[in-house]
């Protein structure tokens, strides 16, 4: 699995989130859905496949994680919300655990910055959040949307996006080169597989988004990260996780591609340039060439 419930600090995480953790406790990580214990495993920087989280005991009968589930299945050609909503805990708000966040967004209005947390494990949460559906990076909310693309009209609340933008559909958006956003998105493109350029300042990925003649892309979409405020660690995590999506898509070159999704916005004077700030607000991941994206 990719996705875990931490009951110390009270909130759904992915996988990836144990590459940045100094010490991985091995007995804080359950399901979900149905609370059986989960062991993090393959987080160790020797490993070469990306973390994952293994079940110790069988999910539950009706759990939405278990391999026996059909939900998962069948969410493939339809909806699988009901009356009630979605039918599981799923990703629904994204928080930046740093209680100055706003504060720095309000001086630097030009991205949001998720990296700043100073908090302690014991600090997180509130009493009014569902904590089952909040998470503090883009990774699980982004594994949603690929998952489930018939329930795109559920919920959804990230910070700095527009008020309006409420459900997966209006926050999500697929680059098109040349295409101007007025406001900050959760923009998704293929990567195009050059080696990223890095200075002090930034790490530059190539997406295929951008102007193509003849088959030749002309003018690519660039994602700049702005790394000033990262840690050689995070800067690392930002790498290792595009190194292993390549890795992934290499080795089933025939069936997925590798994708790239921020939390950022588009250069106000070069609508091919777009910007992020954290490792927080990146996901790398393959996606199946026959999923709806
Ligand atoms: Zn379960």
Known sequence: MDIAYNTVI???????ELWELEVVEKDIYSCPDCYVP???ASYLRTNKKRPY??????????CAYSENSSLIKTAQSKSISNKDGFP????SKLIFENKNNQEAINNDTDVPRANRSKKKSN????????HHRTVSTIKNIVRHYVC???DRHVGLTVPYVSSEQTTYNSIFKNIWGGVLYSTNHIFFSKIYWTSPEITEEHISIRLTAGEWEDGKQTKPCKLRININSLSSRQRALVLRELKTTKLEAMKNKASVNGYIFFLGKQDKNDRFLFHTDSHKLISCLTVLKSAKI
Do not use: C, M
Request: charged share 25%; proline share 14%; hydrophobic share 30%.
């Open 10 to 16: 009270k909130r759904l995480v992915a996988s990836e």
């Open 123 to 130: 600090e997180y949460g509130s009493g009014k959040t569902n």
């Open 148 to 150: 489930f693309p018939n």
């Open 88 to 91: 599981f805990p799923y990703p």
């Open 38 to 40: 989960l062991a993090p």
């Open 53 to 62: 989280f293994r079940y110790l005991k069988p999910h539950k009968i009706d």
